[in-house]
């Protein structure tokens, strides 16, 4: 498949859907009393008042008290007289309410039931004010689960505005180094900020960050009445994976798996649980389960009692120690994140063109992780310590990786060497349809291989608020040596040849330059059971004058060739220039990473992710389909050179355009590509929005380095949106794209994939406690939306109709749920398509090539409940 095309839909169940099929009958059938309830809730909600169902006159909203049957303006008058006046001790009070008659008043009677006045808690207040955005947070998959979990901690105990720190002030949402330094030199002008209203005077403060920032902070020292307070979220759903691995796991063969009863294949849902505690603002406590679809469930034994896997942290913020100030101290799962990701960010999930700016924020510091990372966590003790302008951070971490084991020992030792770190998607014990790793021949499993020590740190020197430099650094030590020989990795074809061997193209030279080798063995003073180390050093640094931002990242690879950053070790370099002012911004962002830069922590700024291009995104040359993950779940960016531009301009009230340039050079076959996103939303009157957004993105056509093939996309989508009343809004979006590749008959069939699609989406809100939204989508070729609270991209060779329903109830202020079910329905196929090498079906069955499957229907269900406190 070209390149832009690689992402696709699944079959309703990944891995073996032929196993599955029919199954998922039985998901909605286990659900059928969930929707039985969600509908004659809806009913309720829709309906009128009743004896039975009467409505509670003291503790309900305006919108509640309109559906009463009374004039507009008696509700309201009942509305006010309940609100200003105090609640109602009795029914009678009614007659009290100016316009009420006895007639009237006989009629609502039977409907209404006097309950005393149920007083919020400063925790439920709170929640009411933000409850809005705590579903979107809840269930964002989007952002930096760090930042998820500040937020709504935030959100929920605010921090004094004017004792914040400028670290704590930059992590809020919206808030860029900017309005953070505008708000300390307000502060240290005026002395004090003592309400919203001095806060919105900020100067230098945008709107945007106002508006944001408003939610998570206070103007004194209050203590709160509630010495506890968190969340707790679950999710389970059935959806499948959306890139290329969901066809991995299919062409990994259905008698591969029906043999491998050790695999531990099942049935069962995605489930997410986590859960995250804070006692008296500083001491905090969380947890984390999560397994994948179809995924054996791992458990570990405490006298004798199996326990789910999973994450834990303790934590404690803000103790003064003398002089000096921790700010955190975590033990457990924690995550870190160093200057702009060039030396560590430990998350395993790949951000596309992650600047550090906007809905691409980059949090800083230790924080507990109850994340979905599962690969680069880091398990021991981190702190953060302040000594008046020096700022120190430490960690240390132990903690097993997964990993592809050479089959071979290595050298004169006993040891077998491990060949990559792999992020999984399932993680079974062996790679399905790799044989000779199997139980039967050399039992390699790839889970929990390889034992990671880690231990680095950071120290700064901020010279004024938003100025600073840091220097940080991190060394890993395994106790397997490292050996990246793609000959383990690739596999052979029907005459016995490597496709190493045969099928090499430039790019793979980005393979070639992985670390390990010699240069990677070495002994550790702290850790006599390792055999190889990775070390990497960097330098950062920031500066923010008036309304301009300035930061920048050096990062090297120690690999023994020269001095610290003047020597010839691989490094990998970032700055950026940011300006903004109240209607218009702009950011330059420029990047330049060697190509044996192979750090596994990077996360830096990158269109694309590491082994792009190279025969490890060929998953079907490869010793098992699987191996496909080391691409396309490598979250480390991919070695290139170029300059990024994102500009924001609001030209007047109605009219706001974005700009998206990127222009980079591809390090390993210096191959030139650009990507250019316009963005243009009018609004002729308030509810009436329309948005039209265009891409070209291209590679060049020619290029003497490499054979890769040239393509050019083209996309537009244009979207109209309707603001209705009581929040409602009803959308409607087309689409449209168009993929030139270079001319290859038999793969393609046609050098133009097409793509077009049409959407409508509507949301109503009954009140502020129940709302139903839903979307009918009819497609064909290539599509990626936002459904609700997922992110998801589909594939179709004939076309499809995709619909949804999501029910979303506040069954308390504390409590909410969601539900929602996804039908597609398909085209049938039919026909012959192209399969990588027919001639090896015969000689091995278990390797199953061919890039197409049929694809008829599917039924997804997703289920959440949050409870915030």
């Known amino acids: 498949m070209p390149s832009a095309t690689i992402l696709c839909w699944p079959k309703p169940i990944n891995l073996v859907s032929v196993i599955i099929l029919g199954k998922t009958n039985s998901y909605m059938k286990i659900f059928k009393p969930f929707w039985i309830l969600i509908f004659i809730f809806s009913m309720l909600s829709a309906g009128q008042y009743t004896s039975d169902h009467q409505l ?3 503790n309900a909203s305006y919108k509640e008290v309109l559906q009463l049957p009374v004039p ?3 509700a309201k008058a009942i509305y006010e007289r309940v609100t200003f006046r105090g609640p109602l001790k009795s029914i009678y009070d ?18 209404i039931r006097v309950e005393p006045f149920r007083q919020l808690t400063s925790a439920q207040e709170k929640m009411e ?11 964002d998959d989007g952002v930096n689960d760090a930042f998820v979990d500040l937020w709504i901690e935030k959100a929920l105990e605010p921090i004094n505005v004017n004792n914040a720190r400028y670290d704590e002030l930059v992590n809020l949402q919206n808030v860029s180094p900017i309005d953070a330094v505008a708000i300390l030199k307000h502060r240290k002008n005026v002395h004090w900020i003592r309400d919203e209203r001095d806060l919105r005077r900020v100067p230098g403060l945008t709107n945007y960050a106002y508006r944001s920032a408003r939610y998570f902070l206070d103007y004194s020292d209050v203590e709160s009445d509630a010495r506890w307070h968190g969340y707790v979220s679950m999710r389970v759903d059935n959806t499948p994976f959306m890139a290329t691995e969901g066809e991995q796991s299919q062409e990994a063969g259905l008698s591969a798996i029906q043999s491998d009863l050790s695999s531990g294949f099942n049935l069962l849902p995605n489930t997410y649980v986590r859960g995250r505690f804070t006692y008296r603002e500083r001491y905090k406590f969380g947890f984390t389960y999560y397994r994948t679809l179809n995924e054996p469930g791992e458990t570990y034994s405490i006298g004798g009692i199996h326990l789910p896997d999973m994450k834990f942290f303790f934590g404690m913020e803000n103790q003064q ?10 033990v457990g799962n924690y995550s870190v994140t160093m200057g702009q990701g060039v030396v560590m960010e430990t998350t395993d ?5 992650k600047s550090g700016y906007g ?24 702190a953060e310590l302040d000594y008046k302008d020096l700022s120190l951070l430490g960690f240390v971490s132990f903690d097993d990786r997964d990993a592809i084991l050479n089959r071979g020992l290595y050298g004169d030792s006993l040891t077998r060497s491990f060949n990559q770190l792999i992020v999984l998607d399932q993680r079974f014990k062996f790679a399905l349809g790799d044989s000779l790793r199997s139980p039967e021949y050399d039992n390699l499993s790839w889970l929990n291989t390889v034992k990671e020590l880690t231990y680095g740190g950071r120290i700064q020197y901020t010279f004024l608020p938003g100025t600073f430099l840091g220097m940080s650094f991190y060394e890993s030590a395994y106790d397997r040596p490292i050996d990246p020989d793609p000959y383990q990795i690739v596999g052979l074809d029907y005459r016995g040849d490597s496709h190493w061997d045969i099928r090499q193209v430039t790019t793979d030279s980005e393979i070639k330059q992985a670390y390990g080798g010699p240069v990677s063995s070495g002994s550790n003073p702290f850790w006599s059971a390792a055999k190889s180390f990775r070390r990497v050093i960097g330098i950062d640094f920031q500066t923010v004058i008036k309304n301009i931002a300035i930061q920048g990242e050096l990062g090297e690879l120690d690999k023994g060739a020269g001095g610290l950053f003047f020597g010839n070790n691989p490094k990998a370099f970032v700055i950026s220039a940011f300006t903004q002012f109240s209607s218009f911004n702009i950011l330059l962002l420029y990047r330049n990473y060697d190509l044996a830069f192979d750090n596994p922590y990077q996360r830096s700024f990158s269109n694309y992710r590491r082994y792009k291009g190279t025969m490890y995104e060929d998953y079907y040359y490869l010793q098992s389909v699987l191996y496909g993950q080391l691409y396309t779940n490598n979250p480390q960016p991919q070695a290139e050179e170029g300059l990024y531009i994102d500009s924001y301009y609001q030209l007047s009230r109605k009219l706001v355009t974005r700009l998206q340039y990127d222009n980079w050079q591809r390090k390993a076959d210096a191959a030139k590509m650009y990507r250019l996103v316009g963005t243009i939303d009018y609004r002729p009157v308030y509810p009436l929005s329309i ?8 590679r060049e056509e020619t290029n003497s380095l490499s054979t890769t093939r040239f393509y050019k996309n083209y996309e537009f989508r244009g979207r109209v949106r309707m603001r209705l009343s009581g929040y409602d809004s009803f959308s409607l979006l087309y689409s449209v794209s168009k993929l030139i590749n270079h001319p290859r008959p038999r793969v393609f069939q046609d050098i133009v994939l097409d793509g077009e699609a049409i959407s409508a989406n509507y949301i109503h809100n009954f009140n502020r406690y129940f709302k139903i939204s839903g979307m009918l989508t009819y497609y064909n070729g290539f599509l990626w939306n936002f459904e609700d609270t997922q992110f998801v991209v589909m594939d179709s060779k004939k076309g499809a109709l995709r619909y949804w329903i999501s029910f979303y109830s506040r069954l308390s202020p504390n409590l909410t749920l969601r539900l929602k079910y996804t039908g597609e329905h398909h085209k049938p196929i039919s026909g012959s398509w192209f399969s990588a090498n027919n001639l090896t079906r015969n000689d091995n069955p278990e390797k199953r090539f061919e890039t197409d499957w049929l694809r008829q229907s599917s039924n997804l269900f997703y289920f959440e409940i949050n409870y915030n406190f």
Do not use: H
Not at 131 to 138: A, E, G, H, I, P
Not at 321 to 330: D, I, Q
Not at 349 to 353: L, N
């Open 56 to 58: 509670d006159i003291n």
């Open 72 to 74: 507009e303006s008696l």
């Open 94 to 111: 009614l007659r009290t309410v100016e316009g009420m008659d006895q007639k009237t008043f006989l009629k609502i009677k039977p409907l």
């Open 129 to 139: 004010r933000i409850y809005f955005r705590l579903d979107r947070w809840s269930s």
């Open 321 to 330: 120690l003398g002089p000096f100030n921790l700010r955190r101290l975590y």
């Open 349 to 353: 999930y790949f951000t596309p063109r």
């Open 359 to 382: 809905f691409r924020k980059r949090f800083q510091g230790i924080a507990g992780d109850i994340s979905r990372t599962r690969e680069y966590t880091l398990k021991g003790a981190a």
């Open 691 to 698: 948005q039209l957004r265009n891409k070209w993105q291209s």
